[in-house]
């Protein structure tokens, strides 16, 4: 089955009581049993468990990712949490040195004093992140592309290294989506993603998942998810499944549009650099040719020849039809200054080392008629 048919019928079946096309919202916390212990359907005893509309969502995610299990997660960062708690003290975490300014706070502060160690490493230096592994690293953690710096990872050649040591490689596609990129083909073994973003599509939801191969790595997941509780509810679950079956068309227009936002922007004499893996000048563009797979997303991130915060913040105060907000990923554009909202959480001089400078602005591009977004950023950039 192709992607584009999977994110419509993948995993999916009709409500088998009813006929439903789509899943049925199953807004109930318990069900029957018809004898202590035996539920009616053995599948089905405690939502926080398993709920139908929450697993219509899983075998979704699963069919997209070409995965065998899926678990949606209250947001993305219960997802990750879900996965550093199959970690004890004296194991170390090998991760990118950009990342998310949330799943930064999580590893440096919720995690400093759990006894794991994180190691933040430029993952394109291979033979430096080899260096760190040791017999206590237990899991390599990226994202390709990054938020916000847009760097890409080659997924291929880290899974040869992650393999070879036996060690877990986990890999948040969040930016790319499965119409792009798919990390467990490539040799990953675990795929998340905050699907508030491109998976729900529509900016009205807030949701994680996690997406493996193997099953028994499944079963442990799923075990601390029920065990921990950050599960996601029905409601949210239909309105995630909902976004995955216009994914494909989203994501194309997504594309469209980056390419053109990002070439006007390398041509407006008040930007100084242009982060799109869709561009020629791009360092990682070769990587994002080989592993991002139809297109090279709707994020774009660019700073001033002034190199001053005021410009920026000058910038997103006169956008209109952009919107000055958190999140990305839905049909609507959106602009971001990291270094005050997205990844405030991370230290300023943390932030000026991997480049998330006072004059960083992150767009996320949504599917509006490009010409707009255009008009929008020359009367902000003048």
């Keep these: 089955m192709k992607f584009n048919t999977k994110v419509i019928h993948g995993g999916q079946h009709h409500d088998p009581s009813t006929g439903a096309v789509m899943p049925p919202v199953y807004q109930t916390s318990t069900f029957v049993q018809t004898s202590p212990g035996q539920p009616l359907n053995p599948d089905y005893e405690y939502s926080r468990a398993a709920n139908p509309t929450r697993t219509a969502l899983e075998n979704a995610l699963a069919s997209i990712e070409n995965g065998t299990r899926g678990l949606a997660f209250s947001s993305g960062l219960a997802a990750t949490d879900c996965v550093l708690r199959s970690f004890k003290a004296g194991d170390e975490v090998i991760a990118m040195d950009d990342l998310y300014g949330g799943t930064y706070r999580m590893f440096t502060r919720i995690y400093k004093d759990s006894g794991i160690k994180f190691h933040f490493v430029d993952m394109n230096d291979l033979a430096k992140f080899e260096s760190l592994i040791n017999a206590n690293t237990k899991m390599v953690w990226v994202e390709t592309p990054t938020n916000p710096l847009m760097k890409l990872a080659d997924i291929a050649e880290i899974a040869k290294i992650t393999k070879k040591h036996n060690v877990l490689f986990a890999v948040d596609n969040t930016f790319a989506t499965p119409y792009l990129q798919k990390p467990l083909d490539l040799g990953a073994d675990i795929v998340m993603h905050s699907a508030t973003k491109y998976l729900g599509g529509h900016s009205d939801v807030i949701a994680g998942a996690l997406i493996v191969k193997d099953a028994a790595l499944g079963d442990q997941l799923h075990f601390q998810q029920f065990a ?16 995955i079956k216009t994914l494909h068309l989203r994501v194309q227009r997504h594309c469209e ?29 070769e990587i994002a040719k080989k592993q991002m797979i139809g297109g090279f997303g ?38 971001n200054h990291p270094a ?18 006072d004059d960083l602005v992150r767009l996320s591009v949504g599917v509006e008629d490009a010409e707009d977004l255009i008009e929008d950023l020359k009367q902000a950039l003048a």
């Excluded at 390398?266 to 561009?279: A, F, I, Q, S």
């Design 228 to 243: 921990t509780g950050a599960t996601l509810g029905p409601q949210d679950s239909f309105l995630v499944l909902r976004g």
């Design 257 to 285: 549009n980056g390419v053109k936002i990002a070439e006007f922007l390398m041509n407006h004499p008040k930007v100084e650099r242009v982060y799109y893996p869709g561009l020629a000048s791009h360092p990682f563009h």
């Design 298 to 335: 709707g994020m774009v991130t660019f700073t001033f020849k002034s190199g001053k915060k005021e410009d920026a913040i000058a910038f997103l105060e006169k956008v209109k039809v952009f919107t000055l907000a958190e999140s990305l990923g839905g049909v609507e554009s959106l602009a």
């Design 340 to 357: 005050l909202m997205t990844h405030a959480s991370i230290p300023e001089d943390k932030r000026k080392e991997i480049g998330i400078t």
